[in-house]
């Protein structure tokens, strides 16, 4: 009897956990078709994935939340066109599919098609066939922005952090940031940081990090062309904090001009609408999107030495992890006859622990682990499938050794 309801338990955690790895296999395998982002923040770790990051923020905020959402190019069309709209979309879009410009239809896009439909009406006016007749019907060129409305001010905190969606752009020291500058103060802002609104809506001029550079004014400087000797624009180094240590910390000073650290920072930004070859709304101050890694000490930047002095307090902090560490060791010996006491336990369930080991292993242990990864979709899909071909194994295997210790006991 006790060998039959361990094979019925086998089969029946077998089956469930079969059952649960396979839609969680579907479920990988549509997220590598649907997923928006190819890469997240605890993925970024060369300058090549930050790069990549911080453009798939820009396609994030202004392709997904804005133009898919909140904007109906419908209402720049004339009532009277020359020719009918699914041909002329047909003509300067054969790849797209589109019959018409509805909100509903862009939303079908992928963002490449996206970028690939914003940027030839942004400069259909020089295209070969329809250009003459673009300049005829809209005589001030088109205004994509003209047909959306945006947010004011903007809601990059509500994208950003918004619940199921901060841990793909937040974790450990990177995170995104947003910096926006106004010549007529003038003001240099960070309207939004992805650690917090610590830094948020401060007039950031005069900012400098521990060498003297001017962060914003770089910042600034790199989204515009190559600086400190890079090839490439969009990349700078500078002093500022690791959120993931509290070894570089500074002291602040009263006016907040001051780098909060003196690790070595190295940052990639852009303006978005470089970026989109795009022109920003009318009356749109600029705006850059950045995020940073922090690759470690440079000879080129030696006051980034990630040795700066540690918040008030902190020493203190250290002594309290010690005694609780010492209470800790007072309490070792009850915890180690605790231990043995659950050992002689265990003893007289071995058949159980073994029981529950399966059941673990087939019902939920591999798919958890999964699951909870921070794996690619791909790799998650991958694994799946390693998990799925080992569970058919055990299952049969385990249903082969049930059988010889049932021909054996009778």
Known sequence: MKILMRNAV???AALAGLFSCMLALVGAFSGITTSVHAIHADEVDTEEELKQFVEEAVDAYYIEFLIKERCDFETLLPDDLPIPLEIALGLLFPGLGLTDLSQSSIRELE????KQLISTLATIEDHPTFGAIVKELFPGGIDIWASCTLPQPASFRDV??????????????????????????????LIFNGLGTEFENRNAVGLEDEGGRMIMDLIEAAADGPVQDRTEKGFLDYCWDDPATVDDNLPDDMNHLTAPGDSRKTSYVVDPFDYLGLDPPTGSPLVIFGSGIYPGMDSRFPECNGNGIAGDGDDMDGMDDMDDMDDMDDM????????MDDMDDMDDMDDMDDMDDIVTSVSGGGCAIAAGSDNTPRSNAFNLLLIVSALFLTVSFGNRAVGRRNDIRS
């Open 10 to 12: 086998f089969k029946t």
């Open 111 to 114: 963002i490449s098609e996206v």
């Open 160 to 189: 950003f952090t918004a619940s199921g969606v901060e841990e793909n752009w937040r974790s450990g020291s990177i995170y995104l940031f947003v910096a926006q500058y106004m010549d007529q103060a003038p003001q240099q802002t």
């Open 332 to 339: 070792d010996d009850m915890d180690d006859m605790d231990d």
